[in-house]
């Protein structure tokens, strides 16, 4: 079964400074997705980023870029110029390829954004 | 405007009741999804369904029920069978059940016990 795994249950940030939060994940697939997405205090879920398995290139969304290590299976988000508007709790997910997967989810990152 | 409308935003239940959790989308979305959210914690999925008329369990689908009469429409029914349903549910929808297709969200209901 995959996990995700998101070491850091809580991350702090002056504003406009740069915050890299941490996520892991287990699969024997090749093929797969992975997924940025944030829950702010109105607790909807906003998708953030994604990044293809098959892809090389890191995926880049204005402020937002990730650095994806296939070997290592890590999968980090890099917050740049943070914003007050950016604190809120990030989830890492992981999905196969296949048909009919469904995303698994990390546990969270609580960001805390300091004026 | 497209979305995925869930109702009510905040319902209560009384020991013995079933209560049933609204979702409606008009993305035109195949997939459907239910996850339960407990505080400080990820999203676990409960029942997700890829056509209508076929859904499947999730990780923790004990106490719950679905149903897919509509491609719009996804009700999860919360049993008097599961002993602690107090949590946060999201809705979710994607186009097919693909893994490049990612998941839109509803704006979720806040389930608490009487």
Known sequence: AQTVTQSQPEMSVQEAETVTLSCTYDTSESDYYLFWYKQPPSRQMILVIRQEAYKQQNATENRFSVNFQKAAKSFSLKISDSQLGDAAMYFCAYRKETSGSRLTFGEGTQLTVNP | ?114
Request: include cysteine.
């Open chain 2, 1 to 114: 405007d497209g979305g995925i409308t869930q109702s009510p935003k905040y319902l209560f239940r009384k020991e013995g009741q079933n209560v049933t959790l609204s979702c409606e989308q008009n993305l035109n979305h195949d997939a459907m999804y239910w996850y339960r959210q407990d505080p400080g914690q990820g999203l676990r999925l409960i029942y997700y369904s890829q056509i209508v008329n076929d859904f499947q369990k999730g990780d923790i689908a004990e106490g719950y029920s679905v149903s897919r009469e509509k491609k719009e429409s996804f009700p999860l029914t919360v049993t008097s069978a599961q002993k602690n349903p107090t949590a946060f549910y999201l809705c979710a929808s994607s186009m097919g059940g693909f893994g490049n297709q990612p998941q839109h969200f509803g704006d979720g209901t806040r389930l608490s016990i009487l």
